[in-house]
T-cell receptor, first 110, second 114 residues
Framework: QQPVQSPQAVILREGEDAVINCSSS?????VHWYRQKHGEAPVFLMI?????EQKGHEKISASFNEKKQQSSLYLTASQLSYSGTYFC???????????FGGGTRLMVKP | DAGVIQSPRHEVTEMGQEVTLRCKPI?????LFWYRQTMMRGLELLIY????????DSGMPEDRFSAKMPNASFSTLKIQPSEPRDSAVYFC????????????FGQGTRLTVV
């Protein structure tokens, strides 16, 4: 079952902040976040593991509430390059299945 | 490594025809995933393999869809017969150890069934 993301779309001005939420109805082992530019493949942003470990490559932060099976991605002081579609991917408790949500379209305007 | 390689990049076919999408994962990766992307449903997981063995195909929409992974370096997704509602972008992704590492996506195949 796919995780649910909200909002579906958001428009920001450069420098503004945004939060993207992801929730699952099933117990999770980890949450992944990816960003996809138009016409391109999704690109990895970060992984949040059970127990609080976080691995990421960019200056974008996220949280993972294991009990509520929810994750949030925090985009602060947004830049034009942040525009794209953000996907959360959830890994089931067995640790062997990566399922993505419907995506959140983010547009940052000058 | 060249990354995950998918072919063809674009495919236009007539309704009723057989379509085969191909994927070469990154060498050494144990997991291979097939996803379908549409505006309405986002990225849907169709099927995934672990060490060439299909683990979960519950996302395959109908019997018209089938996937194989004959060896560690090649996988196919076949649609027979194809229908206009199959039009979408199909992504293949591979991962070394799924749980705590990233998945690497291919560039996708844009399928149009007319």
């Amino acid at each position: 079952q796919q995780p649910v993301q909200s909002p579906q779309a958001v428009i920001l001005r450069e420098g503004e902040d945004a939060v993207i939420n992801c929730s699952s109805s099933k117990a999770l082992y980890s949450v992944h976040w990816y960003r996809q530019k138009h016409g391109e493949a999704p690109v990895f942003l970060m992984i949040l593991l059970k127990g609080g470990e976080q691995k990421g490559h960019e200056k974008i932060s996220a949280s993972f509430n294991e009990k509520k099976q929810q994750s949030s991605l925090y985009l602060t002081a947004s830049q034009l390059s942040y525009s794209g579609t953000y996907f959360c991917g959830t890994v089931n408790n067995a640790g062997n299945m990566l399922t993505f949500g419907g995506g959140t379209r983010l547009m940052v305007k000058p | 490594d060249a990354g995950v390689i998918q072919s063809p990049r674009h495919e236009v076919t007539e309704m009723g025809q057989e379509v085969t999408l191909r994927c070469k994962p990154i060498s050494g990766h144990d997991y291979l995933f097939w996803y379908r992307q549409t505006m309405m449903r986002g990225l849907e997981l169709l099927i995934y393999f672990n060490n060439n063995v299909p683990i979960d195909d519950s996302g395959m929409p109908e019997d018209r869809f089938s996937a194989k992974m004959p060896n560690a370096s090649f996988s196919t997704l076949k649609i027979q017969p194809s229908e206009p509602r199959d039009s979408a972008v199909y992504f293949c992704a591979s991962s070394p150890i799924q749980v705590n590492t990233e998945a690497f996506f291919g560039q996708g195949t844009r399928l149009t069934v007319v």
